[in-house]
């Protein structure tokens, strides 16, 4: 298994382009989830999704939006970039939510992403 | 979900265990202890979780204190590899919310030679 991937793994964008952060993972996780770590923070979850079809924010949501239409894919797209969007990027899988075990959460590798 | 408590950095000897603590004062009777890991640029990686007992894996052990206030995260013969920010984090299983794990600042674990 190649778990969760993530690409790309660097980019820079100019203010007010779009782009898409690809998501994958190969396990027949239920649970996908986006993240945002910012320099000597914490992880803070953008969006969510428990199935496929199903998607819900986060606690930081604005600029981006999410569609999950496989089970295996969860891509993450940034509208109209800006500065502050400027970090990185993790994307996380589990089985689901419902027992401790299941909801063991699967991390991919990250995307370094530069708004100028 | 209960906020937890640890110290920003902590050393250790490489061979020697690690002992990292967490405090969880305000833990309620179903939220679990979960423990993660970030090496430097890489992606958070699950070490272990308990609710009561005392738990031990091919990475870890985890030891939480009777009344659930406290726990303790044992790396049993740190190395080099091992140095990373170690989370620790608790939550309620099984969960109903958006699954969320709230990261705090961690301890940041310096392995030396």
């Known amino acids: 298994n190649a778990g969760v991937t993530q690409t790309p793994k660097f980019q820079v964008l100019k203010t007010g382009q779009s782009m898409t952060l690809q998501c994958a993972q190969d396990m027949n996780h239920e649970y996908m989830s986006w993240y945002r770590q910012d320099p000597g923070m914490g992880l803070r979850l953008i969006h969510y999704?428990?199935?496929?079809?199903?998607?819900d924010q986060g606690e930081v949501p604005n600029g981006y939006n999410v569609s999950r239409s496989t089970t295996e894919d969860f891509p993450l797209r940034l509208l109209s970039a800006a500065p502050s969007q400027t970090s990185v990027y993790f994307c996380a899988s589990s089985y689901g939510l419902g027992t401790s075990e299941s909801d063991t959460q699967y991390f991919g590798p990250g995307t370094r992403l530069t708004v100028l | 979900d209960a906020k937890t408590t640890q110290p920003p950095s902590m050393d250790c000897a490489e061979g020697r265990a690690a002992n990292l603590p967490c405090n969880h004062s305000?833990?309620?009777?179903?939220?679990?202890v979960y423990w993660y890991r970030q090496i430097h640029s890489q992606g958070p990686q699950y070490i272990i979780h308990g609710l009561k007992n005392n738990e031990t894996n091919e990475m870890a052990s985890l030891i939480i204190t009777e009344d659930r206030k406290s726990s303790t995260l044992i790396l049993p013969h740190a190395t080099l590899r091992d140095t990373a920010v170690y989370y620790c984090?608790?939550?309620?299983?099984?969960?109903?919310?958006?699954?969320?794990?709230?990261f705090g600042q961690g301890t940041t674990l310096q392995v030396k030679p």
């Open positions: 305000t833990i309620s009777g179903n939220e679990y």
């Open positions: 999704s428990v199935g496929a079809g199903i998607t």
């Open positions: 984090i608790v939550r309620v299983h099984p969960s109903s919310n958006t699954g969320k794990l709230i």
